[in-house]
């Protein structure tokens, strides 16, 4: 696989301030609020936390999915989320529309052992729009409202480098 150089796409994803932004050939392309990891920062297994550092978009998941499609696993379960299914399955940790799966370009902080960011199943996903955005709230992931999301699958490619800022 390519990776996609960073002076032609990068995105940069800063915790501090919750927020992403797709930077192309040095100038801000688009900018959205997200939700990052309810425990902070961190790279090991089992911590709950997102990850630092840079990565890269190592897999595309949903092409074609309808908007608010449910996935367990990385695979469709065949619902759709409403808050009615929301209400049956209230503990679940929803991932809706698409998945981004990350991959560490830093071994040892983010890549192989107890830190693997592919390997922690850390993904860029949709979230039900009722989820609040620039509050920490996720089990590590980068959650984004599925709008938000469908406008980012346009601008990256499996290869774009993202890079998780404190």
Excluded: K
């Amino acid at each position: 696989m390519r990776l996609i150089p960073e002076h032609e796409r990068l995105i940069r994803i800063q915790l501090a301030n919750q927020t992403l932004t797709v930077i192309e050939s040095g100038t801000l392309r688009w900018t959205c609020r997200i939700s990052t990891a309810a425990n902070g920062a961190g790279e090991r297994s089992g911590s709950g936390c997102t990850p630092r550092g840079r990565h890269y978009i190592r897999a595309r998941i949903g092409e074609g999915a309808p908007l608010n499609a449910v996935f367990a696993g990385r695979r469709p379960t065949g619902e759709i989320w409403s808050p009615e299914l929301a209400a049956r399955f209230p503990d679940r940790d929803w991932i809706l529309t698409r998945i981004f799966w990350l991959c560490g370009l830093e071994p040892g902080r983010n890549r192989g052992g107890d830190c693997d960011t592919m390997r922690r199943y850390i993904y860029i996903h949709g979230t039900p729009d009722t989820e609040p955005m620039g509050i920490p709230r996720s089990h590590g992931c980068i959650r984004m409202h599925n709008p938000d999301l469908l406008t980012l699958w346009t601008l990256a490619p499996a290869g774009t480098q993202v890079w998780i800022e404190p």
